[in-house]
C-alpha cells in the first residue's frame, strides 16, 4: 500500500513539474547590427542545461567567431571553439549557421547545427561592442527544455561588477527557468589560433 501512495505521490509531481517551461522570447539587444557582433568573443561564464552544455562538456578556452556571409548578411557563420580538458587539450570545434528572417538581422536567429536537427532560437540580448555581449539560446523538443545563457567579451576577462548585473538581468528575464548556476569559462594559459 505505501509503495502505491509513494508512486501516486512521485506522479502527481512530476505532472505539475513536466513539461518544462517554454523557451523564453527576450527583448534583443536595441543597438544590434552584424556589423557590431561580427569577430571573435571569449566567453567569460554561461548558465547551460545539461542539453545546451552537450558540446561544452570539459572546455576550457572557449570561444567564438562570428563571420557574416557576404551574399546575404542574414546569414551567419559561428564557430564555437574550446580545448577539451586542459588548454592544450584537443582542440573542438562546433559550427553553426544562424539565418534570420529579417532584413537586417535584429539580433534574433534560427541557429542550426546539423542538417536534420531542429534550431535552436538564438537571441543576443545585449551587445556592448568593443567589450561584452551577451547571448541566449533555447531549444524545446518533446516537452524538454534545453537553453544556455552565455556571456562573453572582446577579451578573455570581463569586470565582475559588469558580470553580476549580467546575471541580474538573467533573473530579471527569467531566462535561467532551471535556477541553474553560473560557471565562469577558464581562459588562463589558452592559445587561440587566429
Request: glycine content about 6%.
Amino acid at each position: 500500500m505505501h509503495f502505491f501512495c509513494l508512486l501516486s505521490i512521485t506522479l502527481v509531481g512530476l505532472a505539475y513539474s513536466w513539461p518544462d517551461p517554454e523557451c523564453r522570447l527576450p527583448r534583443l539587444a536595441t543597438n544590434y547590427t552584424i556589423e557590431q557582433y561580427a569577430g571573435r568573443w571569449f566567453e567569460v561564464g554561461k548558465i547551460q542545461t545539461p542539453g545546451g552544455a552537450y558540446f561544452e562538456k570539459g572546455c576550457v578556452c572557449t570561444h567564438i567567431d562570428v563571420s557574416p556571409t557576404v551574399q546575404d548578411p542574414t546569414i551567419v557563420n559561428v564557430s564555437n571553439i574550446c580545448n577539451k580538458n586542459a588548454p592544450d587539450g584537443p582542440l573542438v570545434v562546433s559550427n553553426q549557421t544562424l539565418t534570420s528572417s529579417i532584413k537586417p538581422a535584429n539580433g534574433r536567429y534560427n541557429a542550426s547545427f546539423l542538417p536534420g536537427l531542429p534550431s535552436a532560437a538564438y537571441n543576443v540580448i545585449v551587445l556592448q561592442r568593443d567589450d561584452y555581449s551577451v547571448e541566449y539560446d533555447c531549444l524545446r523538443e518533446f516537452g524538454i527544455t534545453n537553453y544556455c545563457v552565455h556571456i562573453l567579451s572582446r577579451k578573455q576577462t570581463l569586470n565582475a561588477t559588469i558580470v553580476n548585473n549580467i546575471l541580474k538581468l538573467v533573473q530579471e528575464l527569467d531566462l535561467n527557468t532551471a535556477k541553474l548556476e553560473y560557471v565562469q569559462t577558464k581562459q588562463q594559459n589558452c592559445q587561440y589560433a587566429s
